[in-house]
């Protein structure tokens, strides 16, 4: 118990007479102690209680966040790409056939979905999903280290605000096409600079929920912010729809104005670096270290460290002492051969954002439909995503924990490898769909995989200690930007080579989805690998047998990983 300092004096006599110890005195002195371990067990029911109201504000805060980025950024997304695409259709009838503008000079969207616009709205796009995701990479590593030294608050408040410098310089130039040749919209990765970019932040968000959830909590909390981020593309896409029918200008420039409403959230937010977050209920049993590691894993950051600043007459030394200083700092990832196996599914499971970005403008040209009503298939798969995250995954996490008996990780991992599943078969779909009724099926079936990021991010979670967290999160945003940097430009590239492939098949539409049947087939090799490994960590726990046979049967006990985040 803590005790707390003065509340307790006691003055001792040394040389004590015999009256002064009888059965009084002791009953005097039982009495204090028994009044100051109440005091104590108080003091920590306070402090508990403060812990948690803390822990409930900073989540509550966390899901205005994502609200006040998501929101807008969906309400943005499909107006966006109508006015690339509207743009990119304007300058190629201008030189080709002017005969097909109107009146007004406008052209119909119709008139849009040749090939050589949408392969230059691919390859746009495709490149400004490489270019943005450039800071992250150089930038992840140091922002982590300043996380885990100075605290999280101000880098996340400072990602906020280049988020909405960068949508301003995109508004600029879109809005005079005729100054500002479109492909500048890639100069907005610059911003990136000031605080890492979207990588960083999402990582940064997730060590704040980290700091103040208990282990057993955390993936609950990360599937419950994930639907707060579903609820965004189940409410702005059919607004986006509505608003345009009138202008997509109109629902492009309300996500802008709404963005700005993420600085003063970000700001609220209190330091959690430091955070004594509630414990859980059953103390688990404590992953063995040698005496070598166990110093060095909880040895703090400190000034002696190797610095990044430059001193003058010394920019070589210092530049290898900060790669040494990184090098240190990462080399627990490769303790733990079942983290290096994650982390290199990571750059192919990025493919997946490309290929939701490309999901738009895959149905439009497939199937002839326009921008504002292509974006109710993001409702629908947010609808069914947030069924999933809210209702499926915390019921069957809770079956898994409290009826099978599994412990924590074990149940991550069965959660990621079902919710892998189910993005493999939605993916396939996907892309071999005749009709618009089975790309619907397909969507549904990969909305039911939503949580299996989640899953695997706290099953990681639970294989390293708690002052490690912030870097197996920056070493997780960097192999995601290296995915994102790579795929943005691949996904593209295929949707060009999909159409060629249509070309030559004389029509042949189901060329076109392509793109999803590659992903789809590198994703089921991860896939099977997940199912086929065991990762139970035998020379921790002494125990054999693979995670399919402890679900076999109910008989008998579950073997253990070491699902301990130590303190």
């Known amino acids: 118990m803590r005790r707390r300092s003065g509340t307790i004096h006691m003055t001792v006599d040394t040389n004590p007479r015999d009256e002064d110890i009888d059965g009084s005195s002791l009953a005097d002195d039982d009495s204090l102690l028994g009044s100051g371990s109440t005091l104590n067990a108080q003091h920590d029911m306070e402090a508990e209680a403060k812990a948690k109201r803390i822990r409930t504000l900073v989540i509550m805060l966390i899901v205005g966040l994502i609200v006040a980025v998501d929101l807008p950024s969906v309400l943005q997304s499909s107006p966006m790409l109508r006015i690339i695409e509207d743009i990119y259709c304007k300058q190629d009838y201008q030189k080709n056939d002017p005969s097909k503008f109107s009146a007004t000079g406008q052209i119909d969207e119709s008139l849009c979905k040749i090939d050589s616009v949408q392969a230059e709205v691919a390859f746009l796009k495709g490149w400004m999903s490489c270019f943005n995701h450039l800071p992250g990479l150089f930038l992840a590593v140091p922002f982590g280290m300043l996380a885990d030294k100075y605290g999280r608050k101000w880098l996340l408040v400072l990602n906020i605000v280049q988020l909405q410098l960068r949508g301003c310089w995109m508004y600029l130039v879109l809005s005079f096409p005729d100054f500002f040749p479109i492909r500048l919209l890639w100069l907005e990765a610059v911003l990136g600079v000031l605080g890492g970019g979207s990588m960083v932040a999402t990582a940064l968000l997730f060590v704040i929920v980290s700091d103040v959830t208990p282990s057993s909590q955390t993936a609950s909390t990360f599937f419950r912010l994930g639907a707060a981020n579903f609820l965004c593309f189940l409410a702005a896409p059919p607004l986006a729809a509505k608003l345009m ?265 189901m060329w076109l989805g392509m793109p999803f049947f590659i992903v789809g087939g590198l994703l089921g090799v991860i896939c099977v690998l997940m199912w086929m490994i065991n990762f139970a960590d035998k020379k921790e726990n002494g125990l054999e047998g693979g995670f399919a046979e402890g679900l076999a049967g109910d008989e008998g006990e579950f073997e253990k990983f070491s699902d301990v985040r130590r303190a």
């Open 245 to 509: 029918e009138i202008s997509p200008w109109i629902p492009y420039s309300l996500g802008l104005a709404l963005q700005a409403f993420a600085i003063p959230i970000t700001m609220a937010l209190p330091e959690t670096l430091g955070f004594q977050k509630p414990a859980d209920p059953t103390p688990p049993t404590p992953k063995r270290f040698s005496k070598a590691e166990e110093t060095e894993a909880e040895r703090p950051l400190t000034a002696s460290e190797p610095s990044m600043h430059l001193e003058k007459g010394n920019c070589m030394q210092t530049t290898k002492s900060l790669f040494a200083s990184l090098i240190a700092n990462s080399a627990f990832l490769f303790k733990d051969w079942r983290i290096v196996f994650f982390m290199c599914t990571y750059p192919v499971r990025m493919l997946l954002s490309p290929l939701d970005g490309l999901i738009l403008q895959y149905v439009s040209k497939r199937f002839h439909w326009t921008f504002a009503r292509v974006t109710y298939i993001s409702s629908f798969q947010a609808g069914l995503s947030m069924l999933a995250l809210l209702f499926l995954f915390p019921w069957v996490s809770t079956y898994l924990l409290k009826k099978k008996g599994l412990n924590v990780a074990r149940k991550d991992l069965f959660l990621a490898r079902v919710g892998m599943s189910a993005i493999v078969a939605g993916v396939l779909v996907t892309g071999f769909a005749p009709t618009i009724f089975v790309l619907f099926v397909g969507v549904g079936i990969s909305a039911f995989g939503s949580g299996a990021g989640s899953a695997t991010r706290a099953l990681m979670t639970s294989w390293v200690q708690q002052n490690e967290v912030a870097r197996l999160y920056t070493a997780l945003s960097i192999v995601e930007t290296l995915g994102l940097i790579a795929g943005g430009p691949v996904v593209a590239g295929l949707f060009k080579a999909a159409m060629d492939m249509v070309k030559a098949h004389d029509g042949g539409n």
